[in-house]
């Protein structure tokens, strides 16, 4: 079993430039996280390009082989260092876990 974690950010930022520039690295962090957490089969992490205003700021997409590898990630340190810097700058988040 694979099970995809696909999770939407939007930003707290009004600012344009300001918003772009915490997008980037909210996705920076998360794709550092390739290699460092075991858990993680995949992961992959962007901002939004396109309709900005209407699309969600930024996505992540990871896979992992079981619930227990995901709840792993989530409490792995380096991912927490990921996730508080996330916080500080998110106004809402959106998330689903499903098997492929």
Do not use: C
Not at 39 to 66: F, H, K, P
Not at 86 to 95: H, L, M, P, Q
């Amino acid at each position: 079993m694979t099970i995809r974690h696909v999770v939407m950010w939007k930003l707290a930022s009004e600012g344009g430039q300001e918003r772009a520039a915490q997008a980037a690295e909210v996705a920076r962090r998360l794709n550092a996280l390739e290699g460092v957490v075991p858990q993680l089969r995949a992961i992959s992490a962007g901002a939004n390009s396109l309709y900005v205003g209407e699309n969600w700021d930024v996505v992540l997409v990871a896979d992992v082989d079981t619930p227990e590898d995901l709840e792993a990630y989530q409490v792995h340190p380096a991912h927490q260092e990921a996730a508080a810097y996330i916080r500080s700058v998110v106004e809402s988040r959106v998330a689903v876990d499903f098997e492929v």
